[in-house]
């Protein structure tokens, strides 16, 4: 099978070398020597973040934090900002687990801002904030540090949960200045790795909420993975170990370019895309809201999408249509893991091509 290189909202590009990483022997996940790869991790995971707030690394999709907050986090009633697919999946979860959910939903291509959150907050009884940072169906960046400032300003006591999936470990984010009281993204993004687990950051206050919220399962308890990693330095259950090598591995390399170095990179890529969609397209979300690892473009053109990826797959490269409703009215081009302006250059120039052919 002839390979893509992957420029899609995820999973994104893995080197080989991060995908060799998975051949080492298998150790026992009760053993010392993983003990010493978890949390090595852990402390990587750390200072790549500059937290000192409570981390974890489980084997699963980013999507189990959805469960996870709604089993743990979540006392009664939730407001879920809306403003895409992924952050409506955030808003069913949390409904369908049986406690409250209001959404705050906005037009799509548009952002959540502070005053909107404040507004809503006033009109229930809230614990709970739930936002999606990076919304890969429209390509919109919310602004997460001004809400967190303002919700923790005005309702120090309610929770604040933030999906970072598709923007950790290449926008820059430290949970502190965020105001997070639970963060999670997982490895199939920016972190370039193969997907199959998801990281988090949580607060003191999230994990004494969890003990006080019944109904959180068994794989989804959270107070478990905190108690079970604080008297034994492992996970509750069973691990993917050749992934943990590959992470292990990947955030070595992270931590040698920096967190702002590496946001600095994804912006590079971001901002050439702009520019390049500004000259005969238009960026699909509202102004000043573009995320920086993923650019979802309008197609004012009218162009075959499926043509052109078609195209694109016999060059080797593979971008995205858009999502759901949006799909063929707009396109997606992930910018995101260890890809490079000059690669991005390569891609653009490409599409330029097809187009003009």
């Known amino acids: 099978m002839s390979h893509k290189r992957l420029l899609i909202p995820g999973p994104t590009e893995s080197p080989i070398e991060i995908l060799q990483q998975q051949t080492k022997w298998l150790i026992g996940h009760r053993s010392a020597d993983y003990t010493a790869l978890y949390t090595g991790i852990i402390d990587k995971l750390g200072k790549y973040f500059e937290t000192q707030q409570n981390r974890t690394v489980l084997t699963a999709s980013g999507t189990i934090w959805m469960d996870i907050t709604a089993r743990n986090i979540v006392k009664s009633r939730a407001l879920a900002g809306v403003c895409g697919a992924f952050s409506d999946r955030m808003y069913q ?35 709970t904030v739930a936002i999606v940072h990076n919304e890969t169906s429209t390509g919109v960046r919310n602004p997460i540090e ?39 993204t997982s490895t199939q993004k920016c972190f370039a790795l193969p997907p199959g687990l998801s990281m988090a950051f949580y607060s003191d ?92 473009i309008a197609n004012t053109l009218g162009k075959d999408i499926g043509a ?34 000059d690669e991005i250059k390569s891609l653009l120039w490409h599409i330029d091509e097809i187009w003009g052919e």
């Open 93 to 127: 979860t949390i409904r369908d687990s049986g406690k409250d959910a209001d959404q705050l939903k906005v037009e799509s291509g548009m952002a959540i801002k502070p005053d909107m959150v404040l507004e809503a907050l006033g009109k229930a009884d809230y614990d």
């Open 146 to 184: 001004e809400i967190g400032k303002a919700i923790k300003k005005e309702y120090p006591d309610i929770m604040f949960v933030v999906d970072a999936v598709s923007s950790a470990g290449g926008d820059y984010l430290v949970p502190e200045k965020l105001n997070t009281d639970v963060m999670f």
């Open 205 to 296: 206050a999230a994990i004494e909420r969890a003990r006080t919220v019944p109904g959180r399962g068994y794989y989804t308890d959270l107070v478990a993975i905190h108690d079970y990693y604080k008297k034994k330095q492992q996970n509750p259950t069973t691990p993917n170990i050749s992934l943990m090598y590959a992470l292990d591995y990947q955030l070595d390399r992270m931590l040698k370019e920096t967190s702002k170095a590496r946001y600095g990179r994804h912006l590079a890529m971001a901002e050439l895309t702009r520019n390049w969609a500004g000259k005969t397209m238009k960026m699909f979300p509202e102004p000043g809201y573009e995320s920086v690892t993923v650019s979802t």
């Open 308 to 341: 052109l990826n078609k195209a694109l797959g016999k060059k080797g490269y593979q971008i995205a249509n858009g999502y759901g409703d949006l799909k063929e009215k707009t396109f997606r081009i992930g910018h995101m893991g260890e890809w490079t302006p």
